[in-house]
């Protein structure tokens, strides 16, 4: 079976939800990796401009700074050991998905 639109071949289709679809198992790593690379991106250029301006950074920024990293670390080690289910559940999810939508062309149909 392909991933891609049979008529413009573009692979970004997405499945059209019906009711008998199961879902792919996301990992809760996954829930706590994401806004916690945000956060630390977020308390690290805070840091940096701290740094630029040559201003003395505070305890609690640091603490933050820090605390973040270590989530960070955690959830990315998590996730990463939850990964091999994470991509049998997508697999398994794609081949049971019947129904797709291609987004560059709107053009949906039926895996057999
Ligand atoms: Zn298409």
Redesign the pocket.
């Known amino acids: 079976m392909s991933y891609r639109?049979p008529?413009?071949q573009?692979p970004k289709i997405m499945p059209v939800a019906s009711s008998n679809s199961v879902r792919p198992e996301i990992p809760k790593s996954l829930a706590i990796l994401v806004p916690s690379v945000l956060f630390l991106l977020l308390f690290v250029s805070i840091s940096l401009a701290f740094l630029v301006l040559d201003k003395k950074m505070g305890l609690l920024l640091q603490l933050a700074t820090i605390a973040s990293f270590l989530i960070f670390i955690a959830s990315g080690f998590m996730f990463w050991k939850a990964l091999p289910k994470f991509k049998q559940s997508m697999q398994t999810f794609m081949r049971a998905q019947k129904h797709w939508k291609?987004r560059?062309?709107n053009?949906d149909w039926q895996n057999s």
Request: charged share 10%; aromatic share 0%.
């Open positions: 639109c008529k413009c573009s291609c560059q062309c053009h």
